[in-house]
């Protein structure tokens, strides 16, 4: 697998990671427990060394079931989870005091000495951004963090949270069909040499390909709730399905492929993280590292894209208001 750099933080890891929240919830029953072990030690067999989860994820359970996964290979992989959601309760909560507990329990959880890269899940509103990187920057020199990273933010969070500690990555939604951060986060990034991590870059599915508007969705998955996943809106972006296709037809690739090889071509420090359960789709998305689109076919989707308007918001007004963006 190749690798990169995460900005200039001198964090390297596998173009490809792998989001592990599916792991476990979200989008349907989860899978059973010694399969997705399998899966997760499949992934560092192929090459991957970024791995992304979260204590809101289960919420708990994900984090165990990758610290049990991942610990044969400790020292190949790199590990990333996040805190700032209230478990338990409703909303964000980033009080240093708060993070701190949270960073102990991840460590726990997870088995390891110390978090590789630590997010903040979400801007909390009610906690200066400066005191969010100020508890985060004593748990580096304490040892127990090695990375800081936001997700979510928007430029001024950012900046603000950097001139404090170092932010080494951002993750955000990114993907053909969720574009926001290009017009003014990746330049920021750039600018200060800040990797960023789309999460989604598959759309949730849909840019593979493999749904349409009849797709049913289990009572656990969370896309039934989403305004981009009504029939409707799935029927109306179809169009971005077809762009897809076309350009797969062209060179024996997949849909995701695709979708993930443009994002890979957008920046050199881009590492997306794509989800999945199943070690066909693990293989499937990892051969994208290898799919280069030509200055033709970028500008072919670029184009094609201004013509396509995506139907329906990300989530849920509710939701949306907890993005920092």
């Known amino acids: 697998m190749i690798q990169r750099a995460l900005g200039r933080s001198g964090l390297t890891v596998s173009a490809l990671g792998l989001g592990c929240?599916?792991?476990?919830?979200?989008?349907?029953?989860?899978?059973?427990?010694?399969?997705?072990?399998?899966?997760?030690?499949?992934?560092?067999?192929?090459?991957?060394?970024?791995?992304?989860?979260?204590?809101?994820?289960?919420?708990?359970?994900?984090?165990?079931?990758?610290?049990?996964?991942?610990?044969?290979?400790?020292?190949?992989?790199?590990?990333?989870?996040?805190?700032?959601?209230?478990?338990?309760?409703?909303?964000?909560?980033?009080?240093?005091?708060?993070?701190?507990?949270?960073?102990?329990?991840?460590?726990?959880?997870?088995?390891?000495?110390?978090?590789?890269?630590?997010?903040?899940?979400?801007?909390?509103?009610?906690?200066?951004?400066?005191?969010?990187?100020?508890?985060?920057?004593?748990?580096?020199?304490?040892?127990?963090?090695?990375?800081?990273?936001?997700?979510?933010?928007?430029?001024?969070?950012?900046?603000?949270?950097?001139?404090?500690?170092?932010?080494?990555?951002?993750?955000?939604?990114?993907?053909?069909?969720?574009?926001?951060?290009?017009?003014?986060?990746?330049?920021?990034?750039?600018?200060?040499?800040?990797?960023?991590v789309p999460f989604s870059p598959l759309g949730r599915g849909f840019l593979t390909g493999r749904m349409n508007e009849v797709t049913p969705f289990a009572p656990e998955d969370f896309r039934a709730a989403l305004p981009r996943f009504t029939p409707e809106a799935r029927r109306a972006n179809r169009g971005l399905i077809e762009l897809l296709e076309t350009v797969a037809a062209r060179h024996g690739a997949t849909p995701a492929q695709v979708a993930l090889a443009w994002l890979l071509a957008q920046r050199p420090w881009i590492v997306p993280i794509p989800g999945t359960t199943k070690m066909h789709r693990l293989e499937e998305n990892l051969a994208a590292a290898t799919l280069t689109l030509t200055a033709e076919d970028l500008a072919g989707i670029r184009t094609a894209l201004e013509a396509i308007p995506v139907e329906g918001e990300r989530y849920p007004e509710a939701m949306e208001r907890m993005s920092g963006l």
Do not use: C
């Open 21 to 196: 929240m599916g792991t476990t919830s979200s989008y349907g029953p989860a899978g059973e427990r010694e399969e997705m072990i399998a899966l997760l030690r499949g992934a560092v067999e192929r090459g991957v060394t970024f791995f992304d989860t979260a204590e809101a994820y289960g919420p708990f359970v994900n984090e165990e079931l990758v610290g049990e996964a991942l610990a044969p290979v400790r020292d190949q992989v790199t590990i990333a989870t996040k805190f700032g959601f209230r478990i338990g309760g409703e909303g964000v909560d980033s009080r240093p005091e708060h993070i701190r507990e949270v960073a102990h329990a991840s460590l726990k959880r997870l088995g390891v000495e110390v978090i590789d890269l630590f997010y903040q899940h979400r801007v909390d509103p009610a906690v200066p951004i400066e005191d969010v990187a100020g508890a985060v920057r004593d748990l580096i020199t304490e040892g127990a963090v090695r990375h800081f990273g936001l997700s979510e933010a928007g430029p001024a969070t950012i900046r603000r949270a950097h001139a404090v500690q170092p932010v080494t990555a951002l993750q955000s939604e990114y993907s053909l069909w969720t574009r926001g951060p290009e017009a003014e986060i990746l330049p920021l990034l750039e600018e200060l040499g800040i990797g960023f």
